[in-house]
C-alpha cells in the first residue's frame, strides 16, 4: 500500500492516561510503524516545546488553557488557521484526522478545506465525559441532544467519521442517519495484554498471593460509577472474605472514594494503587480474577479489551449509555448500574465456581481474536487509501 502523509489533530497528546489518549497514540504509533508519516496537532502546557517529539511522533504545540474540571490534565488548544497550513504545507498533509470535535479540530477543517486535504473524524466524545463533573441541573436529555447535534455538525465536515464501536455509531446516527460512518474497534495489542507472571506484583503493593482480587482501571470520575463497587464490597465479602479490590488510577474522586471505603470498615480490603507503570498494568489485569467496569458511559471499554486479552471473566453494568456491555459473551456477567446488590450476586457467582470462572476466563480469550488493533489499523489505512484513491 502507498505511504500516506497524516496529522492527528489531538489537544492532550501527552502521558495523561485516558481511553482518547491511548486510541490516539497506539494508532498513530503502529501507523507510523507500518511507514506513515505522522505528526500531531496538540496543546502546548508547561514545559512544552512549541514543536517537540512524542513517542518518537512530531508534535507541533499550540497556546492552549486548562479544561475545568479534569484535574489539569485536559487543555484546549487555540491554532491558528494560517499557521496550521503553513505547517501541513511543510510536512505534505494528505489527510487531517481529528479525534475531538472542539476549537482546534474547527481550524484544522478550514486548513485542511483550504488546501484540499482529505478529513477524518474521529467519535470519542460523550455528553456524559463532561458534564457529569457539572451541577445536576446541565445533567439532562435537552442538553444531552444539544450536545450530539453541536458534536455532529464538526464531524459532519470529515467525508468519514470513525466510531470505535457499533454502539458509537448509533448514538450518532440516531440524531443524523445520513452521516457517513465506519465501525473500527479501538482495539488491543494482544502482543502486550496476554498471559504472564505477577507475583512481584503482588508483592511489591504488599498483597496477599491467597486472596481473591477484582479489578478496577480508569479515571476516578463521576462517570466511571466507582462508589456503587465499592459499596458492593461488603456484601462480596459476607459470602468471599478473603477478597481485595485493586483500583487502578486517578481522579478527583480518589478521597471522597477512599472515605466511603474507610466509613464502610473496608478500608483493607479496598487498595487505590493510583497511576502504576505499563509493565505493571498487565500484570494487574493477571492478578485479578474478575475484572469489573461499573461505568455508566463508555463508547468502548479498551480496559475491558485489555482485561479480557488476559483472560480475565468481566462484569459490566447495563448502563443505556455504555459499549462496553457488548463485550459480555458468556464470559461474564451484566449487573445493574446502581445496584450494588446485584454486583454483588454476580461477584460472588464467579468467585465460588472455579470451573465457570475457568470457563468465563477461556471466553474471553476467544472473543478478544475479533479485536486485535492489527486489524483494526488495516480497517483504518483501508478508510485512509479509499479517500486518496
Not at 472473543?367 to 489499523?377: F, H, T, V, W
Amino acid at each position: 500500500m502507498k505511504k500516506l502523509r497524516i496529522a492527528f489533530v489531538y489537544d492532550n497528546i501527552s502521558s495523561y492516561i485516558c481511553g482518547a489518549n491511548l486510541s490516539t497514540l497506539r494508532f498513530a504509533k503502529l501507523l507510523k510503524e507500518q511507514g506513515h508519516h505522522i505528526i500531531f496537532i496538540s496543546s502546548k502546557f508547561k514545559g512544552s516545546k512549541s514543536v517537540d517529539y512524542f513517542d518518537g511522533i512530531k508534535t507541533y504545540r499550540f497556546f492552549s488553557i486548562i479544561v475545568p474540571k479534569t484535574g489539569g490534565h485536559f487543555f484546549m488548544s487555540f491554532p491558528r488557521v494560517s499557521k496550521l497550513i503553513e505547517i501541513f504545507k511543510k510536512e505534505k498533509i494528505q489527510i487531517v484526522h481529528y479525534m475531538t470535535p472542539v476549537i482546534s479540530a474547527t481550524q484544522a477543517v478550514k486548513a485542511a478545506n483550504y488546501l484540499g486535504l482529505k478529513l477524518v473524524a474521529h467519535h470519542h466524545t460523550q455528553p456524559e465525559n463532561i458534564f457529569f463533573h457539572f451541577p445536576k441541573i446541565f445533567i439532562n436529555k435537552f442538553v444531552f441532544d444539544w450536545f450530539y447535534k453541536d458534536m455532529i455538525e464538526k464531524y459532519k465536515q470529515a467525508e468519514v467519521i470513525i466510531c470505535p464501536s457499533k454502539f458509537a455509531e448509533r448514538s450518532l446516527k440516531r440524531y443524523d442517519k445520513s452521516l457517513n460512518t465506519r465501525v473500527i474497534s479501538n482495539g488491543v495489542d494482544r502482543t502486550k495484554f496476554k498471559k504472564v507472571k505477577f507475583l512481584d506484583f503482588l508483592k511489591k503493593h504488599g498483597l496477599k498471593k491467597e486472596n481473591k482480587r477484582l479489578l478496577f482501571i480508569g479515571r476516578l470520575y463521576p462517570e466511571k460509577n466507582v462508589e456503587v463497587l465499592i459499596k458492593a464490597m461488603p456484601n462480596i465479602l459476607m459470602e468471599n472474605k478473603a477478597t481485595d479490590l485493586l483500583i487502578v488510577g486517578s481522579g478527583e474522586l480518589k478521597e471522597k472514594l477512599e472515605f466511603t471505603a474507610k466509613t464502610l470498615g473496608i478500608n483493607k480490603q479496598i487498595h487505590f494503587l493510583g497511576r502504576i507503570p505499563d509493565e505493571d498494568l498487565v500484570k494487574a489485569y493477571n492478578s485479578c480474577d474478575i475484572f469489573i467496569l461499573p461505568s455508566i458511559a463508555e463508547l468502548e471499554g479498551m480496559v475491558v479489551l485489555e482485561a479480557m486479552a488476559c483472560g480475565k471473566p468481566i462484569i459490566i453494568s447495563d448502563s443505556e449509555e455504555t459499549a462496553a456491555k457488548d463485550f459480555v459473551q458468556k464470559n461474564g456477567f451484566i449487573f445493574k448500574t446502581t445496584d450494588k446488590l446485584d454486583l454483588a450476586k454476580k461477584v460472588n457467582i464467579i468467585l465460588s465456581n472455579p470451573k465457570l470462572e475457568k470457563n468465563m476466563a477461556k471466553m474471553s480469550l476467544k472473543e478478544i481474536k475479533n479485536y486485535d488493533i492489527r486489524d483494526s489499523i488495516l480497517k483504518l489505512e483501508k478508510v485512509y487509501h479509499s479517500l486518496i484513491k
